[in-house]
T-cell receptor, first 115, second 111 residues
Framework: EAGVTQFPSHSVIEKGQTVTLRCDPISGHDNLYWYRRVMGKEIKFLLHFVKESKQDESGMPNNRFLAERTGGTYSTLKVQPAELEDSGVYFC?????????????FGPGTRLTVL | DAKTTQPTSMDCAEGRAANLPCNHSTISGNEYVYWYRQIHSQGPQYIIHGLKNNETNEMASLIITEDRKSSTLILPHATLRDTAVYYCIVRVAIRYSTLTFGKGTMLLVSP
């Protein structure tokens, strides 16, 4: 069974540009989560999809971040325009079940560098 | 979610058991203890979780004290590949709960 995949693995952009990160969850997983770690900080939750619906987006830092999950399969996270403080590693995770104790499986992350 | 306290770092000799402690004195009855680890430049990897009984899987064992205020993750025969940051996370058992990561414990396994 393929794990969670993320693309690209690295992205280097200039301040003010737009970047789109993609996450493909494990097949059949309804729950999809985005997290990120900025330099020197802990891993923080961004948002949670259940199928194509946003269940919880309380961790999204501001309206420069837009997440979508059309069709309830893969998800994209767009940052527009990117700022220096957006640099960090963005992780995606997925889980199968519809209860609160299901295990989340993480992808390898996308390292974003904003210059 | 309840707060957890872990040592900043620990050392372990290869082949020996690694015992990683975690304090979660404010844990509630409906909160699970989860352990994840992050090997350098990889995504967090699930290890094990438990509610109140001790648990064991192919990766590790989880020992939870009777009062549930602390737990220990045991890697029975640590290898160099177990060098990673280990996170102890308390997670409420409700529908749709997220993970709250702390600073974790940096475990260094040496030859």
């Amino acid at each position: 069974e393929a794990g969670v995949t993320q693309f690209p693995s690295h992205s280097v952009i200039e301040k003010g540009q737009t970047v789109t990160l993609r996450c493909d969850p494990i097949s059949g997983h309804d729950n999809l989560y985005w997290y990120r770690r900025v330099m020197g900080k802990e891993i923080k939750f961004l948002l949670h999809f259940v199928k194509e619906s946003k269940q919880d987006e309380s961790g999204m830092p501001n309206n420069r971040f837009l997440a979508e999950r059309t069709g309830g399969t893969y998800s994209t996270l767009k940052v527009q325009p990117a700022e220096l403080e957006d640099s960090g590693v963005y992780f995606c995770a997925s889980s199968p079940a519809k209860t609160g104790t299901d295990t989340q499986y993480f992808g390898p992350g996308t390292r974003l560098t904003v210059l | 979610d309840a707060k957890t306290t872990q040592p900043t770092s620990m050392d372990c000799a290869e082949g020996r058991a690694a015992n990683l402690p975690c304090n979660h004195s404010t844990i509630s009855g409906n909160e699970y203890v989860y352990w994840y680890r992050q090997i350098h430049s990889q995504g967090p990897q699930y290890i094990i979780h438990g509610l109140k009984n001790n648990e064991t899987n192919e990766m590790a064992s989880l020992i939870i004290t009777e009062d549930r205020k602390s737990s220990t993750l045991i890697l029975p025969h640590a290898t160099l590949r177990d060098t990673a940051v280990y996170y102890c996370i308390v997670r409420v058992a409700i529908r749709y709960s997220t993970l709250t990561f702390g600073k974790g414990t940096m475990l260094l396994v040496s030859p």
